[in-house]
């Protein structure tokens, strides 16, 4: 499957900001989807995850509350809905897909589209 992630940019910190992953070549309702994010000089982190139909998702402590991930397996698409946004939040927001299950490592997932950046300013 190939994903594309877009939707980041710069924003001042308390707004509000929604990311999107295409996804296209399989059947994406197999897949369970996650958001991964990357600032400059840090490990790759879990952000968000949704299952296969959307009935069941996952939060890193970090974005536990203000963020929300959402999936639309017609248009397959994935969402992340960034709300109350703090300048810690600023990284590259990476999606990736796997079958079945969410896992919260980088390396349990195939599929990563190329990562788009998002600036908060404070």
């Known amino acids: 499957v190939q994903l594309q992630a877009s939707g980041g940019g710069l924003v001042q910190a308390g707004v509000s900001l929604r990311l999107s992953c295409a996804a296209s070549g399989r059947t994406f309702s197999n897949y369970a989807v996650a958001w991964f994010r990357q600032a400059p000089g840090s490990e790759r982190e879990f952000v968000a995850g949704i299952d296969r139909s959307g009935d069941f998702t996952e939060y890193g402590d970090s974005v536990k509350g203000r963020f929300i991930i959402g999936r639309d397996n017609a248009q397959n698409t994935v969402y992340l809905h960034m709300n109350s946004l703090k300048p810690e939040d600023t990284a590259v927001y990476y999606c990736?897909?796997?079958?079945?299950?969410?896992?919260?490592?980088?390396?349990?997932?195939?599929?990563w589209g190329q990562g788009t950046l998002v600036t908060v300013s404070s």
């Open positions: 990736a897909a796997r079958l079945i299950a969410i896992v919260h490592v980088p390396a349990g997932y195939e599929y």
